[in-house]
């Protein structure tokens, strides 16, 4: 799997939006960039996932340069319960997930 | 709620010791995974399981063994244990190709 980078940290305001950057720069034809995020000691919870397009749910969007090499994950309106650690992975469908160390977000009100 | 569960929630036992930990999948999901979190290693793979085989390996000890059921459920199993298997154990499911969804986790304390 490829690796990828994330800052240690960010904060933002309650209400605005959170933009967490990751860096991949190896990241092969096939593999996806997924997004988790874990809520003190609660199971990682998946937020969004893509392969080259754009995407948006509910929960974010996701925002995957042309050349691949790098995202951004973007909560439009952070809220304190956002505040957790944020995970940035590169992987193929159906493989495991090799966690780093991740971002941990700090929203504050 | 996703949809995944484990079983028990808090486990407390002694060195030397053996524990088995249960997982529920998703209804419908035919893969399990088992990761561990530690203080000092973080989130680690160690196994996973598609409709019953084993399809990956990770950082998984010898002292370790996992199963997958036809019913799809899947057990942990740590032998012979010590201080440091003290963790958070997560189990994850998924249908093929899509994202995995995980449990509570199960909070094993050796002493």
């Known amino acids: 799997d490829a690796k990828t980078t994330q800052p240690p940290s960010m904060d933002c305001a309650e209400g605005r939006a959170a933009n967490l950057p990751c860096n991949h720069s190896?990241?092969?034809?096939?593999?996806?960039v997924y997004w988790y995020r874990q809520i003190h000691s609660q199971g990682p919870q998946y937020i969004i996932h893509g392969l080259k397009n754009n995407e948006t749910n509910e929960m974010a969007s996701l925002i995957i340069t042309e050349d691949r090499k790098s995202s951004t994950l973007i909560l439009p309106h952070a809220t304190l319960r956002d505040t957790a650690v944020y995970y940035c992975i590169v992987t193929g469908a159906n493989s495991k997930l090799t966690f780093g160390k991740g971002i941990t977000l700090s929203v504050r009100p | 709620d996703s949809g995944v569960t484990q079983t028990p929630k808090h486990l407390i036992t002694a060195t030397g010791q053996r524990v088995t930990l249960r997982c529920s999948p998703r209804s419908g999901d035919l893969s399990v995974y088992w990761y561990q979190q530690s203080l000092d290693q973080g989130l680690q793979f160690l196994i996973q399981y598609y409709n019953g085989e084993e399809r990956a390996k990770g950082n998984i000890l010898e002292r370790f063994s996992a199963q997958q059921f036809p019913d799809l459920h899947s057990e942990l199993n740590l032998s012979s244990l010590e201080l440091g298997d003290s963790a958070l154990y997560f189990c994850?499911?998924?249908?093929?190709?899509?994202?995995?969804?995980f449990g509570p986790g199960t909070r094993l304390t050796v002493t």
């Open positions: 994850a499911s998924s249908y093929p190709g899509v994202e995995q969804y």
């Open positions: 190896t990241i092969s034809g096939n593999e996806y």
